[in-house]
């Protein structure tokens, strides 16, 4: 079954971390653009990070740059997001995608809620 599945969401302080995790499982992520999204409450689903797997070049939205990393281990084929200085507007459901042509991939998403 080909599948991705995010992990690592919950609860947190402003100024605090999390990562966020995404296990792919079904296919190798080699070879795809691999991205978190996240959606707020009323919102639309914005793309906040991707990472293109043949050269790891990395892009960020400019609501989360500087404080969200992306990265990847090939040999786990798992995606990673590493969250800092959490503000109560990150707030939102974070999906994990890959997409190689016409193959587009999602998983079921993660809360991530930042509350003092």
């Known amino acids: 079954q080909l599948q991705l599945v995010e992990s690592g969401g919950g609860l947190v302080q402003p100024g605090g971390s999390l990562r966020l995790s995404c296990a792919a499982s079904?296919?190798?992520?080699?070879?795809?653009?691999i991205g978190w999204f996240r959606q707020a409450p009323g919102k639309e689903r914005e793309g906040i990070s991707c990472m293109t797997t043949s050269d790891d070049s990395t892009y960020y939205a400019d609501s989360v740059k500087g404080r969200f990393t992306i990265s990847r281990d090939g040999g786990t084929n798992m995606v990673y997001l590493q969250m800092n200085s959490l503000k109560p507007d990150d707030t939102a459901v974070y999906y994990c995608n890959a997409r190689l042509l016409s193959r587009d991939y999602w998983g079921q998403g993660t809360q991530v809620t930042v509350s003092s």
């Open positions: 079904g296919f190798r992520l080699d070879y795809y653009v």
